[in-house]
């Protein structure tokens, strides 16, 4: 949920009137005063953000390049070796970048596509279409490790709606979570279930709030149908869709519950993930320093993302 | 380019149709009116009712399977209706793992942990909206910067830090990483800055101090965007899973879905009734949140989306 937000492009106006200039003790006073309280309404949160947020990514960078199980008295220093042993080919690195491209570009395009088809749908208000906007959102509410189990249970290829689904086209139902020719696509169907709703909503939102007279325009020369949507309506979102695919890109590479639920990264390796990999690496085997490692990798190809959107957001410019 | 568009219209749209029109000229395809043709209604009609078992079925299904007799979730063909309700699946679900407990760790840390990051937050926005001091937009971006720090990258840390605090398996582990608020401080910042100044600025001559103008003018104004933001807070604290998970040791510590996911790898694949209860319960208090509040919660949720 924290990445809704767009970054703040530029600083907000100052509201609060800075005191006169002509400097008396009095107003000198008051002015520290304002100041002092000013830190003490920011330091518990400044704090909390501090010491719980950007202190352990730096340290997390230190212990990257040691060597700790948790039970050595202290990290050894080791240089590059996690860096050097993770970026061999065949490591496990390898597996969860190739894992969690495929999981992120699948999942992010599915609900792309099917969320524009599902909002330019709500958008028609039809009858009925309110309650399936809310049954839709509702699994971007839950909890990803209920949404998980739910899964989980319906990708039983005995009793569960996979079987059901598969023998109407006189099919079987793959071993989805068990086997590693489905597992990544198992967490991938849930995952994507969760957010399509939201997707959905945002465009619908998003649709809602077009300029209607480009549109009276439009009708007035003639364009309706697919060319009104191919060359109105797909511009026109282009900064909402670019906004979901970054924000989708970070949400989806986080992904965790559902995993820890469906999979837990397994058969093998076959749908293990950079936050599957991080977690398993320091709570499962104790590689406290290819945790660390893995996990700066993770947050530079974040960043990477990151700075895309914050570099490219302003040039959006279809409307404003 | 909107701005001519909306002058033209203005000078076109009074009066009759402007005689360059199309011979009937049709409603706007994008909001239509009863002139859609017949069979494309019906299109429609089979496209949102395809839409509705999208999202239906699998909620339905856990529902259903949670209230299920046993005998009719192991047989195939599948029962759709259970033919009698089954209650004893949540009995089940709450003997073989000790829910009582893990409900209450929920409810403590969903609840004090969104008091303690809704409190530093409100305090927060207030100072950066009405505060006055020199240097508190680059304290402003130290704090909102933190929402490009991904969750992963400061579990390792913060687990040896709450460890060195002998904090590991305690509720103050538990929530206090968590407090730390970017986003519900942004969220009430903005709209803190929306307040107008008169009414701020005549308290202030009524001498009023700042915790009575923040308490008596800015937080009722404020009271919609703070209730939005205290329902985002809470369903995330509630789904919280990864912190949860490595925090706690013992069972009679863990949260709803860390438990769930323990009594999963427990039942597995021989109990999904109870395992189904286990899941409604997990489920149901952010269903019935949403529910109740569905209105403010999308609104607040596409508005962070949309506008940033």
Not at chain 1, 213 to 240: C, H, K, N
Request: charged share 10%.
């Amino acid at each position: 949920m924290t990445t809704l937000l767009q970054p703040v492009r530029r600083p907000p106006r100052s509201r609060t009137a800075p005191p006169p200039r002509r400097s008396s003790p009095q107003l000198r006073r008051r002015r520290l005063a304002e100041g002092a309280l000013f830190w003490a309404l920011i330091l518990p949160n400044l704090t909390a953000i501090v010491v719980f947020g950007y202190y352990p990514t730096l340290y997390n960078f230190v212990l990257s390049f040691t060597d700790w199980d948790f039970v050595q008295p202290a990290p050894v220093v080791v240089g590059l070796d996690n860096y050097i042993e993770l970026f061999q080919s065949g490591s496990m690195l390898m597996d969860a970048l190739r894992n969690t491209a495929i999981f992120v570009l699948v999942a992010v395009i599915g609900t792309l596509f099917g969320g524009m088809a599902i909002g330019a749908l709500l958008a028609q208000r039809l009858r009925f279409s309110g309650l399936v906007r809310t049954l839709a959102f509702a699994p971007h509410m839950l909890p990803g490790a209920a949404i998980g189990v739910l899964w989980l249970f319906m990708f039983d290829p005995n009793y569960g709606l996979s079987r059901w689904l598969f023998s109407m086209f006189g099919m079987e139902s793959p071993s989805w979570t068990t086997t590693s020719d489905f597992s990544l696509w198992s967490i991938t169907i849930a995952y994507a279930w969760q957010r399509l709703g939201f997707v959905a909503i945002i465009y619908y939102t998003a649709i809602l709030d077009l300029p209607k007279d480009i549109y009276e325009a439009a009708s007035l020369d003639g364009a309706r149908g697919l060319p009104l949507f191919r060359y109105i309506t797909l511009p026109l979102l282009s900064p909402v869709t670019f906004f979901l695919t970054v924000t989708g890109i970070i949400a989806a590479a986080q992904t965790f519950d559902i995993i820890a639920t469906l999979t837990m990264g397994g058969p093998g390796t076959s749908s293990t993930t950079l936050p599957w990999m991080i977690y398993d690496q320091a709570f499962v085997d104790f590689n406290i320093g290819t945790s660390a490692a893995t996990a700066t990798v993770m947050f530079v190809l974040l960043l990477i993302v990151t700075g895309v959107q914050t570099k490219y957001a302003s040039k959006q410019v279809h409307y404003s | 380019m909107s701005l001519t568009i909306d002058r033209k219209d203005e000078l076109e749209s009074p009066g009759a149709p402007p005689a360059t029109a199309a011979p009937r000229p049709r409603p706007v395809r994008r909001r239509p009116g009863p002139r859609r043709p017949l069979p494309a209604t019906m299109a429609l009609y089979v496209l949102i009712a395809a839409t509705f078992a999208l999202f239906a079925v699998p909620l339905y299904w856990l529902f259903s399977s949670a209230l299920k007799p046993e005998h009719e979730i192991y047989t195939y063909p599948l029962t759709w209706v259970p033919s009698s309700l089954e209650w004893s699946n949540f009995a089940d679900a709450w003997t073989s793992a000790p829910f009582g407990a893990f409900l209450r760790n929920s409810i403590i840390t969903t609840v004090v942990g969104t008091a303690l990051e809704i409190g530093v937050a409100l305090l927060s926005a207030y100072a950066f909206a009405f505060v006055y001091f020199r240097g508190k937009m680059i304290v402003f971006a130290v704090m909102v910067g933190s929402l490009m720090l991904p969750g992963h990258i400061t579990l390792l840390v913060n687990y040896i830090t709450i460890s060195n605090l002998g904090w590991l398996n305690t509720y103050q582990g538990l929530i206090l990483p968590g407090i730390g608020s970017a986003f519900a401080m942004f969220l009430i910042y903005q709209q803190m800055r929306q307040v107008p100044e008169e009414l701020v600025d005549a308290a202030r001559m009524d001498g009023t101090s700042h915790m009575r103008r923040m308490h008596a003018v800015v937080i009722p104004i404020c009271r919609p965007m703070i209730l939005t933001a205290t329902l985002i807070v809470l369903i995330t604290k509630w789904n919280d899973f990864v912190w949860p998970l490595i925090v706690t040791s013992t069972s009679d510590m863990r949260t709803l879905p860390i438990g769930l996911m323990f009594l999963r790898s427990q039942e597995g694949y021989d109990a999904w009734g109870p395992v189904m209860a286990g899941t409604v319960i997990v489920a149901a208090p952010m269903l019935i949140v949403f529910f109740l509040a569905q209105r403010r919660i999308i609104g607040g949720i596409t508005a962070g989306a949309l506008k940033g």
